[in-house]
């Protein structure tokens, strides 16, 4: 056994269906290296006793609900139920059969668990839906404790030419010539589309939408097919056509740019270029950065007033979690519980 809680016992068995996923996923790297024999054996006794509290816990609210003669009607559960199959299991009842097989339950173990899972859901939505009153002073005080919480940083829109030694016999002479250029008056972004190693079709710009680029590029491959099947040219194409749809901004923060370009791009005033930024690279060699502000957003802190909710909101649920602390340490320290983990 793992515990007692009064007078019902907690398994190891119980323990060990909640954590043998995460313990092979850690035997695992435990074999690859990643992590050390000691590691391991710390991070499951680690696991095993976060999830026995879960369940000793799961046990005394059941039991509360038990002793406080509570009794939800059936349709609830069965309510439960079907709106389990229709989520989990797209309303079919074979699939859930042969997942139950798979797990080795029974469907009577599915619907206990489902409905002790309804109870105590139920019975902590008791416990914290009493009304709780947030007043204009403590939003007032969590605003200027959390200040920096709310703070939009500074932002400019860049562009940037990057002469990569992998692209260039010469890079010092080429960004040497590049920056002639702008001394004479040629369009930065023009350049860029010529010399630069960095998003030349978008004239150097930053980029900022790579997250969104990207999900769109896979999502349209997909459904062209598997992605080593297709030519060259058909995945260039769809590549200028996500490009196309999701341009970039150039919009970025000061912590998104490699320190040695961060000193100098946010020291630039609007319209302004700098000179040859020389940042080393992990081969040993130099790579040569020319940058140009476009436009600067300065820094500053969100108004209370169009947070407010967002910080009630937080008050509100921090005051819920409290009082649901509260009563879980009750019912602990009304409770006879010993634990053998």
Excluded: C
């Excluded at 105590?120 to 920096?148: F, L």
């Excluded at 016999?169 to 702008?182: F, H, I, N, T, W």
């Excluded at 900022?208 to 080593?228: C, I, S, W």
């Excluded at 912590?255 to 700098?274: D, H, I, M």
């Amino acid at each position: 056994m793992a515990a007692i809680v009064n007078n019902e016992v907690i398994t190891y068995r119980e323990v060990l269906n909640q954590t043998e996923r995460e313990e092979n996923e850690l035997k695992k790297q435990r074999f690859s290296g990643k992590i050390t024999d000691a590691q391991m054996k710390q991070m499951i006794q680690q696991r095993r006793k976060t999830v026995l509290e879960s369940l000793v816990e799961t046990r005394l609210i059941l039991q509360d609900y038990k002793n406080k003669g509570f009794n939800f009607p059936n349709y609830y559960f069965e309510l439960e139920e079907r709106q389990a199959i229709r989520e989990q299991f797209g309303g079919d009842n074979m699939a859930l059969v042969k997942t139950l097989e798979e797990r080795g339950m029974t469907k009577q173990d599915w619907k206990k668990q489902l409905r002790e899972t309804f109870i105590v859901r139920e019975m902590r939505n008791m416990k914290t839906r009493r009304y709780v009153s947030i007043s204009p002073q403590m939003v007032a005080a969590y605003y200027q404790d959390h200040i920096r919480d709310f703070l939009q940083p500074e932002m400019i829109r860049l562009r940037m030419i990057f002469i990569s030694p992998e692209n260039s016999a010469d890079p010092g002479a080429e960004a040497r010539e590049v920056l002639g250029a702008l001394e004479q008056g040629a369009d930065f972004a023009a350049l860029a589309q010529r010399y630069s190693a960095y998003n030349p079709r978008e004239g150097g710009l930053r980029l900022d939408k790579e997250n969104q680029r990207t999900a769109e590029r896979e999502n349209r491959l997909g459904k062209m097919g598997v992605k080593g099947q297709m030519s060259k040219a058909d995945v260039e194409r769809i590549t200028e056509e996500v490009e196309r749809a999701i341009p970039s901004t150039g919009w970025t923060q000061r912590e998104n740019l490699k320190t040695e370009l961060a000193e100098v791009a946010f020291k630039l005033r609007p319209g302004q270029t700098s000179g040859i930024v020389t940042v080393p690279m992990a081969e040993g060699k130099d790579s040569y950065f020319l940058l140009h502000v476009e436009e600067v957003k300065k820094g500053t802190v969100t108004p209370l007033s169009q947070i407010r909710g967002q910080i009630e909101a937080t008050l509100v649920n921090q005051e819920k979690e409290k009082i649901h602390q509260e009563w879980i340490e009750q019912l602990k320290r009304d409770a006879y519980i010993e634990r053998f983990l």
